[in-house]
């Protein structure tokens, strides 16, 4: 909430006429402490989904969850932006609502199903390399040589991290999890031409309240299971629907917009270390020694995929200059 406070603020006379020096550094001190706050939230979410899934079916807790989230989201734009939003771009909104929110979680609740809480946010953690490939599929966009390599590492570290549970039993719940992913690069890919055109707020609030609605028709095919409800799980699920879905795509935006590329996707690469610490204590989870591996390849392999274009060059000229040699 204290984001919202910041933002608000900000258009008061008392704040235009202070030392705007002391503003920027409070703001960048905040969003570093919002970042690390949505990472750590974002990381804990897939072990709240694990617990919740106990009494909700997946589209059934998708569905709730995102009801809140909704309301939430349209009582925060109603105080912070009144943007309208063109007759046209509402068959947009209405599509990638449905791949952000009713296709991505559809997969990622099945998938956390069917595997651990661990294994899934290691196959999210993919979704930058992703989201690079479908870029240049769609828009052409030009894929360094390093992000090549980091593509092809990560596809090994995939390889370590599935390793036996495929052979075990678990390939259902990894299609789901690599479901999810390709869900969210639709979205990705639908959105784009809407980032030039409308704020974040605007944007997610629609998507939201579309994506949601989605779930609808499918309701009448799931459970949920009352008996098991408790209050451990109400908990869970008002985490996940008010500080996983409302303030964390927020947060991190801000957080975005006040730090460089580099630093906001470094702390969002933690993510599954913050999953792998909260399932250990809580749920009892353990990852195997080649999974730690494939993790730890990911996340590189991730970092480097996402380096600011800058340095993207520079390194593709050091490795240029190697092959001539």
């Known amino acids: 909430m204290f984001i919202l406070i910041i933002e608000i603020v900000q258009d008061y006379d008392i704040i235009k006429h202070a030392d ?54 349209i009582i925060i734009k109603q105080f912070t932006n009144k943007e309208k939003v063109n007759k046209e771009d509402y068959g947009r909104l209405a599509v990638s609502g449905i791949f952000a929110i009713t296709l991505y979680f559809f997969f990622e609740n099945n998938g956390i199903l069917r595997v651990s809480a661990n294994s899934a946010s290691i196959i999210v953690a993919t979704l930058p390399v992703a989201a690079i490939i479908a870029d240049k599929i769609f828009y052409k966009t030009k894929i360094s040589r390093l992000s090549v390599i980091s593509i092809i590492v990560s596809i090994f570290g995939i390889y370590l991290v599935i390793g036996k549970d495929v052979v075990g039993g678990s390939l259902s719940g990894y299609l789901y999890m690599f479901g999810s992913v390709i869900a969210w690069c639709g979205y990705l890919i639908i959105t784009k031409p809407l980032f030039k055109k409308y704020s974040n707020i605007t944007i997610t609030t629609y998507q939201s309240i579309f994506g949601t609605l989605a779930f609808i028709p499918l309701l009448p095919f799931e459970t949920i299971n009352f008996q098991m409800i408790n209050g451990n799980i109400i908990l869970n699920l008002l985490f996940l629907a008010l500080i996983c879905s409302s303030f964390g795509n927020f947060g991190y935006n801000f957080a975005f917009k006040e730090l460089d590329v580099g630093i906001s996707t470094l702390f969002l690469n933690l993510c599954p270390v913050v999953t792998f610490i909260f399932s250990f204590f809580i749920l009892g989870e353990t990852l195997r020694f080649s999974q730690i591996i494939g993790s730890i390849i990911i996340i590189a392999a991730v970092y480097i995929a996402t380096k600011p274009p800058k340095v993207q060059s520079e390194l593709d000229d050091n490795i240029k200059k190697a092959d001539l040699n």
């Open 20 to 73: 705007r020096g002391k503003i920027m550094k409070t703001k960048k001190a905040l969003a570093y402490i919002t970042l690390i706050s949505v990472v750590v939230a974002w990381g804990i979410s897939f072990v709240s989904i694990k617990v919740v899934l106990d009494a909700f079916s997946p589209v059934a807790m998708a569905f709730v969850r995102f009801f809140i989230a909704t309301v939430t989201l």
